[in-house]
């Protein structure tokens, strides 16, 4: 019975000739507008299992060509996407943006312009810089250790094209408004959101995380991404698609990564005014917590998320 399962299943990948990876399912791109549409990667950290694709790589079909937004996390990744891409479109890819500067957003740079060298790239100006000064080798070594080899000659290829904040984008008959420098720094100093102005879709990178947790690093502001998150849902816009998880409207894919921040702001601030050390403001966070246990990456996350804010608001209390 087993067997017949498998074969069954075998038949039906090769006849849609999907993109399976072994253990975690099928991706293929799925429709969140009219021309509008999102590849939901796997949940977890880049590993083997994986090939390093952990995020949303997202398209919008215009008159005359593709757009692409984060194309994925390797050479390799950024392949597999244009191969989904060629099963909707035979549009040729004529733009793509990258959100910030982890490259489990955009070390697919690389299969775009091998295929469209005259595809232009956009992102933050900083995101830029800190690509080329060591981030995007970092990455390449990042993803070589952690998929075991799988991204080999993944060479990290940069944006063309620095964005301001406001800037209208037009291409191919599309219309795309880049918001950044919202708060100066949220998820990272490098962070870009992109409106789709036509589908009312807003791409927020990894300002915005639903069933998921990531880290909060060096360069992020856990206060600031408060406010990016409050600016993005006072936009109005129709469809939220986040760096990780699924897409949705507000109150499904925007409220609850930015509940959960409110929360751990809220819950850190009364134990900063009564002297709590950051472990011990973790169980009463924990209580408040309850929704986002299941969450990947919470029991690694939650006290380093503390230990972040409560750095934040010493900061701001000095
Ligand atoms: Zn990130």
């Given amino acids: ?25 099928d991706y293929k791109f799925e429709a969140i507008a009219d021309n509008t549409h999102i590849i939901h ?16 790589p997202g398209m919008v079909i215009g008159a005359d060509g593709v757009i692409v937004i984060d194309p994925g996390g390797t050479y390799q990744v950024g392949q597999k996407v244009i191969e989904e891409i060629k099963k909707i479109t035979d ?17 697919g740079n690389q299969a775009i312009l091998e295929q469209y060298p005259n595809a232009k790239i956009y992102a933050h100006p900083a995101m830029i810089a800190q690509a080329k000064d060591g981030e995007g080798d970092s990455w390449v070594s990042i993803m070589d ?16 094209d620095a964005t301001t904040h406001l800037q209208e984008i037009a291409v191919a ?37 639903i069933h998921r947790f990531g880290r909060f690093d060096g360069t992020s502001d856990m206060h600031g991404n408060i406010k990016a998150l ?7 816009l129709d469809q939220y698609v986040p ?18 921040l409110l929360i751990i702001q809220d819950e850190t601030k009364k134990g900063y005014e009564e002297d709590l050390a950051d472990y011990e403001i973790k169980p009463f966070a924990d209580k408040k ?30």
Avoid: C
Avoid at 185 to 209: R, Y
Avoid at 301 to 309: A, D, P, R, S, T
């Fill in 1 to 25: 019975m087993k067997k017949l399962t498998l074969l069954f299943t075998l038949a039906l990948s090769t006849l849609t000739h999907a993109w399976v990876i072994d253990g975690l399912g």
């Fill in 41 to 56: 990667g796997p949940l977890g950290e880049p590993n083997k299992q994986n090939h390093g694709f952990m995020n949303n």
């Fill in 91 to 107: 549009k040729p890819i004529v733009a793509a943006f990258n959100t910030h500067v982890h490259g489990d957003h955009w070390l």
């Fill in 145 to 160: 250790t952690s998929t075991e080899g799988l991204s080999k000659g993944t060479i990290a290829t940069y944006p063309t």
């Fill in 173 to 209: 008959g599309e219309t795309f408004k880049i918001h950044n420098d919202i708060t100066g720094v949220a998820h990272t100093n490098t962070d870009i959101m992109i409106e789709h102005v036509g589908s009312k879709t807003l791409f927020l990178g990894d300002n915005d995380l």
């Fill in 230 to 236: 409050e600016y993005a849902i006072d936009l109005g």
């Fill in 243 to 260: 760096g990780h998880g699924p897409s949705g409207s507000t109150a499904t894919a925007v409220q609850p990564f930015l509940d959960y």
């Fill in 289 to 318: 917590l309850a929704n986002y246990r299941d969450w990947h990456g919470y029991d690694a996350q939650l006290g380093k998320h503390i230990n972040k804010m409560l750095l934040e608001i010493e900061d701001r209390d000095n």
